[in-house]
């Protein structure tokens, strides 16, 4: 079965300072793994995806994400945070079943607050 | 390029009424979700449909709740009747195909009083 774990709850970074939103990934098949951010009163909006070509996924707004096969991690960075990054987080696990049907997992979600 | 359309976006009514929820996909899209998100329990998907056909309705609640999907560019959800732990957020979404991104609206807040 697939899971996926969001190891904090909450982040808090100053302005300006790196990012890195925890993801841990369980699955039986090769993944695909997505990362969505949600800004109040808004739905989520996709910021990377992997789906089994570089491990180093780039995305919107200056973010990135590794998958670590062996570490079964897909972990979330931004160099320099801006203000405008405050928002809710969501790590994402589909299954090699998903082309033909499977279904998105979400992570319980990582609220990250900038600091001026 | 119009995103998904919900409507409401917001909604209070009093236990035991019917409540209706409305999405409108992005034009071209032939997969259309309905998710649940609260608190405690997180996103939740409830019912997908491609091709105007429900595919997978296992996460839908209990027989309180209903969706149909009448064309490609118009789905309703519908709880009847409604109960207080019903409050949520409902987000719809769709894609392109089954493994494309899923793009999601604004949401519909639902209050059960």
């Known amino acids: 079965a697939q899971s996926v774990t969001q190891l904090d709850s909450h982040v808090s970074v100053s302005e300006g300072t790196p990012v890195l939103l925890r993801c841990n990934y369980s699955?039986?098949?090769?993944?695909?793994l997505f990362w969505y951010v949600q800004h109040p009163n808004k739905g989520l909006q996709l910021l990377l995806k992997?789906?089994?070509?570089?491990?180093l996924v780039k995305g919107i707004n200056g973010f990135e994400a590794e998958f670590k096969k062996s570490e079964t991690s897909f972990h979330l960075t931004k160099p320099s945070a801006h203000m405008s990054d405050a928002a809710e987080y969501f790590c994402v696990v589909s299954d090699l079943l998903y082309n033909q049907g499977g279904k998105l997992i979400f992570g319980q979600g990582t609220e990250l607050s900038v600091k001026p | 390029d119009a995103g998904v359309i919900q409507s409401p976006r917001h909604e209070v009514t009093e236990m035991g009424q019917e409540v209706t929820l409305r999405c409108k996909p992005i034009s071209g899209h032939d997969y259309l979700f309905w998710y649940r998100q609260t608190m405690m329990r997180g996103l939740e998907l409830l019912i997908y449909f491609n091709n105007n056909v429900p595919i997978d309705d296992s996460g839908m609640p209990e027989d309180r709740f209903s969706a149909k999907m009448p064309n490609a560019s118009f789905s309703t959800l519908k709880i009847q009747p409604s109960e207080p732990r019903d409050s949520a957020v409902y987000f719809c979404?769709?894609?392109?195909?089954?493994?494309?991104?899923?793009?999601f609206g604004d949401g519909t807040r639902l209050s059960i009083l």
């Open positions: 992997y789906t089994s070509a570089a491990t």
């Open positions: 699955s039986s098949y090769s993944p695909s």
């Open positions: 979404a769709s894609s392109i195909t089954r493994n494309q991104p899923q793009h």
